[in-house]
């Protein structure tokens, strides 16, 4: 049994919880996004595909209020999960993967915008939470 103790005294990873209904409407059902943002306000995953989707079609500040909506709720959830405001969150987790996104696409977004300074702190941000992340969502 792993028990993700972290040897070098910094915090334990944060792990958010399942959300199974949430992930069946989104991808088994294929719900389009805002659908399942509507009935799960609180699935990242949900507004992190809307902020991609949005950023993709050049709809920047759409982009940017979808990203930053989910990035928010991921701060929420990631609170109620015992994150204290630093330490890792792992891209590997999948229920942690939406707020990981949205993170990427605000720092885009911002960038877009020329919100250099928030384009930045969340460059950093998702560096911190996982450098897998950096790379995937980055690179």
């Not at 989707?53 to 929420?76: K, N």
């Not at 109620?80 to 707020?99: A, C, L, T």
Request: aromatic fraction near 10%.
């Amino acid at each position: 049994m792993t028990t993700h103790t972290n040897l070098l005294g910094g915090p334990d990873p944060t792990y958010l919880p399942e959300n199974e209904e949430a992930f069946r409407l989104l991808d088994a059902e294929s719900l389009p996004p805002a659908e399942v943002a509507a009935k799960h306000p609180t699935f990242s995953p949900a507004w992190a595909a809307l902020a991609e989707e949005a950023f993709s079609a050049g709809r920047v500040i759409e982009s940017y209020a979808y990203a930053r909506t989910g990035y928010h709720r991921g701060l929420d959830a990631l609170r109620r999960s015992g994150w204290k405001g630093h330490g890792p969150i792992p891209w590997s987790h999948r229920p942690n993967q939406g707020f990981l996104r949205c993170l990427a696409v605000l720092a885009r977004a911002a960038e877009a915008i020329d919100e250099k300074d928030e384009a930045e702190r969340c460059r950093q941000f998702l560096r911190d939470s996982d450098p897998e992340a950096y790379t995937e969502l980055l690179g």
